[in-house]
């Protein structure tokens, strides 16, 4: 009887444990290089506000970043629900650069003129 109590703890433990370790998987950290012009992105009223609730309306983005000394965008988010091209498309709609991809030119223009180049 002890040996059957012990093997099914030890199946419960490998069945919590690998739930866990696979649910964890699926958050992912991206740093997006981008260009900004402006020092004061994060509190634009274009840009900053806008920049964050509309990435953050994104499906399956949790956490978004803006690091304008280091033109950098850090975007946590989850795998299952999205992916990191989804998520750069996102950013190029907002008129910025992700990486490679060049931002919207609709939406580059609606930014504040400090925000430009």
């Known amino acids: ?10 199946l419960i433990g490998m069945i ?23 020092d ?14 509309t990435l953050l309306r994104e499906k399956g983005v949790q956490m978004v970043e803006l690091d304008e000394k280091a033109m950098t965008i850090k975007v946590v988010y989850n795998s299952k629900k999205t992916n990191l091209d989804k998520v750069k498309t996102a950013i190029t709609k907002l008129g910025y650069d992700a990486d490679d991809l060049k931002a919207d030119p609709n939406a580059y223009q609606s930014l504040d003129n400090c925000c430009k180049a």
């Open 1 to 10: 009887m002890k040996t059957l109590l012990k093997s099914f703890l030890l």
């Open 16 to 38: 919590t444990f690998s739930n866990t370790a696979f649910a964890q998987k699926a958050v992912q950290t991206a740093i997006i290089k981008t260009v900004i012009h402006c």
């Open 40 to 53: 004061h992105c994060k509190a634009c009223e274009t840009c900053g506000d806008k920049f964050n609730k």
